[in-house]
């Protein structure tokens, strides 16, 4: 067993209260903002960012009747200090949600990793000590990594049960920024597998809800740290999916009013009649965005270059489609108009 000296204790004592404070309501998981999911998408991120990285495109996720969570990649076989240490651009992840593996040490309590190359290297870590065990046990399992944990150390006297649909959701969305990964997802009752081919454009395509509902092809726009899927509906309702650094930006979140109104102004401006409103650019407007920015990159910066240049480029060469976006802002505007006459 190897004991950590004060000082680290100290410090993950630190980490472990920033995180409590991160993840929020701990609930017992009916509700997606309840804290265990942002475990379970905290340790999820480490395993995507070996994908990201060109390493292993599958990840089985397993929860048994105790509401012990195993998840096991095929990348290199190998810990997650190693591989960060061999990566060629890492994507840091933790700093989204604010706190690392560590914080999850500390908020399970319990958590053992066991590094798959050739052999088994097993290792646990409990609070505040580690118990590395060197025994190596021969194994003709493929490379990879897996990570078990609970909350049973922290949470004695609290039942949480893992949503199903929750965390379907979560991993499908997972599987759409991350195109060619495939996920699976294992339960004693069930067995779910999902792999996107084109990204956001398989968001809009599952999110249809009638046959023929979308007037033209999804446009697909995407550099190294963004994606854009847009097409219009038949109807006049507006559907948008915003996703930052790989998690969902809710819609009554004030980051998604501010990024769907970059989007609006850059129509807006493309087509420079003052006459049309937000309204008239919205109606019918079906888009999806993902973004991955730095700590001090500016998110309006970027969103706009990237609207000013692909999203500009791509309707000047399709006229059909710039068309049709005009169109539609016309019978948004007419509608509006005729309505206010009354």
Same mark, same amino acid.
């Given at each position: 067993?190897? &004991?950590?000296?004060?000082? +680290?204790?100290?410090?993950?004592?630190?980490?472990?209260?920033?995180?409590?404070? &991160?993840?929020?309501?701990?609930?017992?998981?009916?509700?997606?903002?309840?804290?265990?999911?942002?475990?379970?998408?905290?340790?999820?991120?480490?395993?995507?960012?070996?994908?990201?990285?060109?390493?292993?495109?599958?990840?089985?996720?397993?929860?048994?009747?105790?509401?012990?969570?195993?998840?096991?990649? !095929?990348?290199?076989?190998?810990?997650?200090?190693?591989?960060?240490?061999?990566?060629?651009?890492?994507?840091?992840?933790?700093?989204?949600?604010?706190?690392?593996?560590?914080?999850?040490?500390?908020?399970?309590?319990?958590?053992?990793?066991?590094?798959?190359?050739?052999?088994?290297?097993?290792?646990?870590?409990?609070?505040?000590?580690?118990?590395?065990?060197?025994? +190596?046990?021969?194994?003709?399992?493929?490379?990879?990594?897996?990570?078990?944990?609970?909350?049973?150390?922290?949470?004695?006297?609290?039942?949480?049960?893992?949503?199903?649909?929750?965390?379907?959701?979560? =991993? &499908?969305?997972?599987?759409?920024?991350?195109?060619?990964?495939?996920?699976?997802?294992?339960?004693?009752?069930? +067995?779910?597998?999902?792999?996107?081919?084109?990204?956001?454009?398989?968001?809009?395509?599952? +999110?249809?809800? =009638?046959?023929?509902?979308?007037?033209?092809?999804?446009?697909?726009?995407?550099?190294?740290?963004?994606?854009?899927?847009?097409?219009?509906?038949?109807?006049?309702?507006?559907?948008?999916?915003?996703?930052?650094?790989?998690?969902?930006?809710? &819609?009554?979140?004030?980051?998604?009013?501010? !990024?769907?109104?970059?989007?609006?102004?850059?129509? =807006?401006?493309?087509? !420079?009649?003052?006459?049309?409103?937000?309204?008239?650019?919205?109606?019918?407007?079906?888009?999806?965005?993902?973004?991955?920015?730095?700590?001090?990159?500016?998110?309006?910066?970027?969103?706009?270059?990237?609207?000013?240049?692909?999203?500009?480029?791509?309707?000047?060469?399709?006229?059909?489609?710039?068309?049709?976006?005009?169109?539609?802002?016309?019978?948004?505007?007419?509608?509006?108009?005729?309505?206010?006459?009354?």
């Amino acid at each position: 067993m190897i &004991q950590f000296d004060e000082e +680290k204790m100290e410090l993950m004592n630190s980490i472990g209260w920033h995180a409590k404070k &991160q993840i929020g309501k701990i609930g017992n998981g009916t509700d997606s903002q309840d804290g265990i999911y942002s475990v379970f998408q905290e340790v999820m991120n480490y395993f995507v960012d070996e994908f990201q990285e060109g390493y292993g495109n599958k990840i089985e996720v397993r929860i048994d009747e105790k509401q012990e969570v195993t998840i096991r990649d !095929y990348g290199r076989g190998m810990g997650f200090e190693e591989r960060y240490a061999n990566s060629k651009s890492p994507k840091k992840t933790m700093e989204v949600t604010g706190f690392g593996i560590d914080a999850v040490y500390v908020l399970c309590g319990g958590v053992e990793m066991y590094v798959y190359k050739d052999k088994i290297r097993e290792h646990r870590f409990y609070s505040h000590n580690i118990q590395s065990h060197s025994d +190596k046990r021969k194994t003709r399992e493929k490379d990879g990594l897996s990570i078990v944990f609970d909350f049973y150390h922290r949470m004695l006297s609290m039942k949480y049960w893992f949503d199903d649909g929750i965390l379907l959701n979560m =991993l &499908q969305n997972i599987s759409y920024l991350n195109p060619g990964l495939e996920i699976v997802y294992i339960r004693d009752y069930m +067995k779910v597998r999902m792999k996107s081919k084109e990204g956001l454009v398989d968001l809009l395509k599952d +999110k249809q809800q =009638l046959k023929g509902e979308y007037l033209y092809p999804i446009i697909h726009l995407s550099d190294e740290r963004m994606e854009v899927a847009l097409t219009h509906s038949c109807a006049n309702d507006s559907r948008m999916y915003l996703f930052v650094n790989g998690r969902v930006v809710e &819609q009554d979140n004030p980051c998604f009013l501010a !990024y769907r109104e970059m989007l609006v102004n850059a129509l =807006l401006k493309y087509y !420079y009649f003052e006459s049309f409103s937000a309204e008239d650019v919205l109606s019918g407007l079906i888009g999806a965005i993902s973004i991955y920015i730095d700590e001090n990159e500016s998110v309006t910066d970027r969103m706009k270059d990237f609207f000013s240049k692909e999203l500009w480029l791509y309707l000047f060469r399709n006229t059909r489609v710039s068309d049709m976006f005009l169109m539609k802002m016309n019978i948004a505007k007419n509608k509006r108009e005729l309505l206010s006459r009354y």
